[in-house]
């Protein structure tokens, strides 16, 4: 053997070796997380705690204010000293009154029905006028009618239900909303979904500003009764009729701070959630599940006194509801005082149970460390399926970090039929959760988030022209226009 392949062998054993000596050491960390998990886990008992104490967590409302000390306190309580509020200024708004009538024209033959007000609705609104169905909303659907619907009220579904938009992509409430206020609709009614008569909320703007027309939701049975009355009655008008709450307030994101060591000390990981819910209900899957995760790992990473290469803040969102407010804030102020540049990952939590894998977002190096690290998980706990996904997606916090070419993630999982029939409505509550499930979010995503924290290599933040040909490979580049949001021409 000559020197040379000598010296090329020495060295390959020695990374072989470093290699072993670092998956052991994982692997002896994701144990006592584990254990830690199973023995201390906390988040299904600080769920159930802020939820008797605030009931919802509507950004700008006082529960809301209740909510964000009580993340603040219990940060500060599992030992962590560096604990801030993020204030920032959020349009909030908030239900009054509504109704819907349906009428033919020049009847009095009146039909209440039951509604929810759409977020960001005007303060006030009285319309009366014929309805148009568009189907399920998509931009094609819209095409369809764009010469009617002026001055009309737009009714449509929050998902694909005809048969010849199957296998089309669907697109988010407040999108729907935007073409049809696009196309000149004069108010909006949005079927649900959901069976049994369920009602959802959410927002109906893709800015998080006011909405120019009335935007409401009817139930699923609601939305198949009145398209049977038009077919009788094609003249059928709706009456809608609400008054809403809406001023600026403070609201606050709360962060704790992580450190890290050695040469990668500015190479900071994200991980948040949103801690802000609608008024409707309790907010416990929506978005209490991710929210108290991220609680509870920041307790675990304590409680072993874990230590990272990279530093870690873990970031509590309000106003995700409402336009992504907070996470919007925390990207501004981090583009002004230029800590943006020390930002190499976002992990985000939203409504996320029983966690079985992770989310890359189009990124195939980070696939690669999930489909590595999950093997490792795997080989100490069998619960974990190491099942992940690799595709882009909008409408939750990652978003604002996203569009700046930060690299994003998400832990996978899986929601009961319960718990997505309750989304945004008003059962969704402390019942639809499992304290396993909840504690293997907390589990599975402390033991990613350690080995992400301690990589050496992560994936690059991407430039502009990176970013805006990855978000169009991603199938984005429409929806952010629509959103207001695609940041370069089109």
Request: net charge positive; with cysteine; charged share 25%.
């Amino acid at each position: 053997m000559n020197k040379g392949t000598f010296t090329s062998l020495a060295i390959l054993l020695f990374v072989f070796a470093s290699f072993t000596d670092a998956s052991k050491k994982r692997k002896s960390v994701f144990t006592q997380i584990s254990n830690n998990v199973s023995e201390r886990g906390a988040s299904y008992e600080k769920l159930q705690e802020v939820i008797n104490l605030t009931k919802h967590r509507l950004t700008g409302s006082e529960n809301g204010k209740k909510a964000e000390t009580f993340a603040f306190d219990t940060f500060r309580a599992f030992g962590y000293s560096d604990v801030s509020y993020a204030p920032f200024e959020v349009e909030s708004w908030s239900r009054n009154k509504v109704s819907l009538s349906i009428v033919p024209s020049n009847s009095d033959n009146f039909r209440e029905v039951k509604v929810v007000s759409l977020a960001h609705s005007p303060k006030a609104a009285q319309v009366s006028a014929p309805i148009v169905d568009c189907f399920d909303g998509l931009a094609s659907d819209f095409e369809k009618v764009k010469g009617e619907l002026k001055g009309k009220v737009a009714l449509f579904n929050i998902n694909i239900q005809s048969e010849n938009n199957k296998g089309q992509k669907n697109l988010h409430r407040s999108e729907k909303t935007a073409l049809a206020i696009k196309h000149g609709a004069a108010g909006v009614m949005i079927a649900n979904s959901v069976e049994g008569g369920v009602l959802l909320t959410g927002t109906a703007s893709v800015t998080g500003s006011l909405i120019s027309i009335p935007a409401v939701c009817i139930s699923l049975e609601s939305g198949k009764a009145i398209r049977a009355w038009i077919r009788d009655e094609h003249n059928l008008v709706a009456q809608i009729e609400m008054l809403n709450y809406n001023k600026p307030v403070r609201a606050r994101n709360i962060v704790a701070k992580h450190k890290g060591q050695g040469k990668y000390s500015k190479g900071k990981i994200v991980i948040g959630g949103h801690l802000d819910s609608w008024d409707l209900a309790q907010g416990a899957v929506d978005n209490g599940l991710g929210a108290f995760s991220v609680l509870d790992i920041a307790r675990v990473f304590k409680d072993l006194n874990l230590k990272t290469k990279r530093p870690i803040e873990f970031v509590l969102f309000m106003g995700e509801e409402q336009g992504l407010l907070g996470s919007k804030s925390y990207i501004e102020k981090a583009e002004k005082d230029g800590s943006i540049a020390n930002v190499s990952l976002m992990m985000n939590l939203d409504m996320i149970n029983n966690a079985h894998g992770f989310n890359a977002f189009g990124n195939e190096k980070l696939n690669k460390i999930f489909n590595s690290i999950g093997d490792e998980i795997q080989s100490i706990d069998k619960a974990y399926l190491n099942k992940n996904r690799n595709a882009a997606g909008l409408h939750s916090d990652h978003q604002a970090f996203m569009v700046k070419g930060i690299p994003v993630c998400s832990p996978v999982g899986k929601l009961s039929k319960a718990a997505l029939n309750c989304y945004h409505a008003d059962c969704d509550s402390m019942e639809l959760i499992d304290k396993k499930e909840l504690d293997n979010n907390v589990k599975y995503t402390a033991m990613m988030l350690y080995a992400l924290a301690n990589s050496n290599s992560l994936p690059k933040r991407k430039t502009s022209e990176e970013t805006r040909d990855y978000l169009i490979a991603q199938n984005l580049k429409n929806e952010l226009i629509l959103g207001e949001e695609w940041l370069w021409d089109n």
